[in-house]
């Protein structure tokens, strides 16, 4: 099955709104057609994240404003100053990882090419978080479960966030969350308390749910080594702690694998889940 009848067989059948499915159709269509007109072509089913980001950057020469569509900077650029074609280009990456997902599930291609980094990581409702539903928080549950080592080097440590953020920390508290304010406890879980700007174990103390405590568990072999002087426990590239839009885009990317997050309007952000908990109704809230 070619890359285009593949489009048109998983349109026909995935459970998307007649909008999505029309959005869909035309950015993934519009990225086949970049793959096929490069000089040589390139091949969308053996392609990688800088691919993607070349195609992407035609789309946003205005908004980088000189710049160089080249990594972090350039995304936290366009999310400040041009918000609205953030929006946009996010839903692009949306399309393209619930097409890849479709390839990846009807044996197109092995794995489907992490697009994490592409997020700008914006959050698009510039109304108060509003909290997921059971349904959609059920979802999430199974999309966090899911998330593996097909998805992203560092799955553990991404499930790790997205099970944080339902104990109830915000995004920020997440990234700052100090290793030596983690405390085990004989039942086999932990506590933590939401750090303050200068990583000091003060806020409200958190007694981590089952799912949560599992998550670290499973993630403190794998932790990057730090650097000198950091005690985050979250940790990124060198060993640091990782951005404050991290949680953002991950939260994406994991929600990006099914239909009901990937549509859900206004979208599924870190703050949302925060807001969310759980439970129905989240000690405290």
């Not at 929006?87 to 794995?111: P, V």
């Not at 090419?113 to 509003?130: I, K, Q, Y």
């Not at 985050?232 to 694998?257: D, E, F, K, R």
């Not at 997050?261 to 870190?270: E, F, H, Y």
Request: charge should be negative; include cysteine.
């Amino acid at each position: 099955m070619d890359p285009l009848t593949l489009l048109t067989d998983w349109l026909d059948t995935a459970p998307l709104r007649s909008s999505s499915r029309i959005e869909y159709e035309r950015e993934v269509t519009r990225w086949l057609t970049w793959c096929a007109t490069q000089h040589p072509p390139v091949n969308p089913w053996d392609t990688g994240i800088e691919d993607i980001a070349a195609w992407c950057a035609g789309y946003l020469t205005d908004q980088l404003d000189g710049r160089l569509f080249n990594g972090p900077d350039a995304l936290a650029h366009i999310a400040e100053h041009h918000p609205a074609a953030a929006m946009t280009h996010d839903r692009r990456i949306t399309a393209l990882t619930q097409y890849y997902e479709a390839c990846k599930d009807r044996g197109a291609i092995r794995l489907a090419p992490d697009l994490t980094m592409l997020r700008s990581g914006v959050d698009r409702d510039a109304n108060p978080p509003r909290r997921l539903t059971p349904q959609e928080r059920a979802v999430l549950l199974t999309c966090i479960g899911m998330w593996g080592k097909d998805h992203a080097r560092h799955y553990l440590r991404d499930r790790l966030i997205a099970y944080l953020l339902l104990e109830g920390l915000r995004p920020a508290e997440v990234t700052r969350v100090d290793i030596r304010h983690l405390y085990d406890l004989p039942d086999g879980t932990y506590q933590v308390r939401a750090p303050d700007y200068e990583f000091e174990a003060v806020g409200k103390q958190f007694t981590l749910e089952p799912l949560t405590a599992a998550a670290v568990k499973a993630y403190l072999p794998y932790r990057i080594r730090p650097a000198d002087g950091v005690h985050a426990l979250i940790l990124g590239q060198g060993g640091n702690p990782i951005t404050s839009g991290y949680p953002n885009m991950i939260v994406q990317q994991i929600c990006a694998t099914h239909p009901l997050l990937a549509q859900r309007n206004p979208p599924v952000t870190a703050d949302a889940i925060a807001h969310t908990g759980y439970w129905d109704t989240p000690p405290g809230k």
